[in-house]
């Protein structure tokens, strides 16, 4: 029986998760959860698994966590939660946190010498992915796109790798200009065609900044120069990633769109269990569609391999700086097209030149960075 923890278990990778586990109660044993601060989603889950502990990061949550849980199970605080990822964190974790906050999570998951780490939080490689790909033998990906190229990889050397394509739905706005764009507002901006997300994801989305956050997280899991990298924009999302061999054979990952499958693939691997939802029909599809991204209306992924070749801070103040502008924009602050010109503002900025040499010093740079933008983007500015 493999032990499981569910880390961002209030979040949408986190509840799916856990509907699996629930699905399969012979082959995992859920030992830990982690949540921020909503602790009622956990209540459910924590009756059904009875877990060994249950870590909640916000001080205030944590109290009630206590007076709640704390005669049956180990109710732990933040600190408490990192040391004991380090020493007792199951067979596998899955990192469902949402922000840049989960790389610390990730961080010490791979501290314990044999967890391996279902990573769902891309921005834990975003923000430290110098940090944590010396230990990517141990991280199974989550995010569709790169659980696609994984299990295209499978049987195959990286050396033989001539380019990784990441598949991208185009988000609601695929096809339109920057003319059309002036005057797009958060509601439009939050249909997403295909995927049901969270708001901020959604946006990034529309804005191809997940696809940019995407390209960067491929650089840290499959150690492939961001030159061989490429996005390819495929409305049906039904191929997932592709990957090109310098034979010239190319491989695919097809399914419906379903999250439920890449953490399935990653709780499972290397075998697959059996899995009785709807197939994917490709006669019924009829057809499947591809196009080159307009980077010159969504310049998005020009900012990651910017970010990238920088190295550094870049890319982490890239990842903060979208979260605050995304804020932003859903508030009425800044219109659709300013997401971009805050994004080039923030690559410009002198804390995007540093190299901080630990992710606690980077963390710090990351913290003010992002006060600093909220003031300019008129946003309240709160401690963390
Ligand atoms: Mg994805």
Redesign the pocket.
Known sequence: MRRVSVLGASGSIGQQTLSLLAAYPGRYRVVGLSVHRRIEALSEWVSLFSPEWVAVTDAEALSEARSRWGQRVMVLSEKEFYSHLESDPGDIVVNGIVGSVGFWASWHTLQHPTAVLALAN?ESLVFGGKWLAPLRERILPV????SAVFQCLQGENTESIEKLI?TASGGPFRGKKTEDLRLITPEQALRHPV?KMGSR?TIDSSTLM??AL?LIEAYWLFAVPQEKIEVWIHPECII?SLVLFHDGSMKAQLSLPDMRLPILYALSYPSRVSFRQERCKLPEVGGLHFESVDESTFPSLRFAREALQRGGSAPALLNAADEVIVEAFLKGQISFLEIFDWLEWTLSQPEAFLDPENPVLLAEVEKEFRQKLRVHLRLSVHAG
């Not at 995010?143 to 790169?146: A, I, K, V």
């Open positions: 891309k995010d569709s796109e790169h990441l995927w994801i997940n696809k995407e997932h």
